[in-house]
């Protein structure tokens, strides 16, 4: 293939890139805690991905992925697994979930633990919860089977979930990821469409589009 043709096949994905960058929610991270499964974690970087959040930690003390993004970039299950997703979406591993925390409180990072109803927590469904209150926000999502350790519980801001009204309480990482995902990446752009700082501050005379239009 000619460099020029290269070049053509490369601009339709260079142009999405630049259309989406003005949407993409900044100092919004996700973690994944300890999953069992790498399938899971592909699923989630795509929901991560398609929704506008900015990154990606998962804290993983088995050294399932490899530590340099370039490589996890390149690595085949991972990326048949989020659908290339991952090629486009900044991931880091960490190997325990003190390492985690430690880097996200020392660059200010309020932390929400997604989990039910946890004894001396402060416990929110997820509409009733204002994503916009911090500037820096770590969202965590736990093990498939076990749920967040008491560790990162302990050291987050408070439990949200989703409310559910079946005989089956409860939701895979993939399913349930999306939902909350959705709501905290909606609240974050609609609050940039009406401001430029935190705290109010900055208030634009013209609100910025929420929603991309599409060429039909």
Known sequence: MAADEKADSKRPARKRA??????RCKNLIVVIEEPENPRNIGTVIRNVNALGAEKVYVVDPRQVLPDDWQDLRREPKLFKLSVSAVKWTFVKRFDS???CLAHL??????SLATSP????????????VDFTEHAKLAVWFGNEARGLSDLALDR????????MFGMIESLNLATSSGI?????TKQRREYASQYRLHDH???RATPLPTVMTTNR
């Open 18 to 23: 630049d259309e989406i960058k003005a949407f």
């Open 97 to 99: 979930t003190e390492e």
């Open 105 to 110: 409180e020392k660059n200010h990072f309020v």
């Open 117 to 128: 109803h946890v004894k001396g927590k402060d416990n929110k469904f997820i509409h009733e």
């Open 156 to 163: 987050s801001e408070m439990c949200i979930s989703v409310p």
């Open 180 to 184: 909350v995902l959705y709501e905290v």
């Open 201 to 203: 501050r900055g208030k």
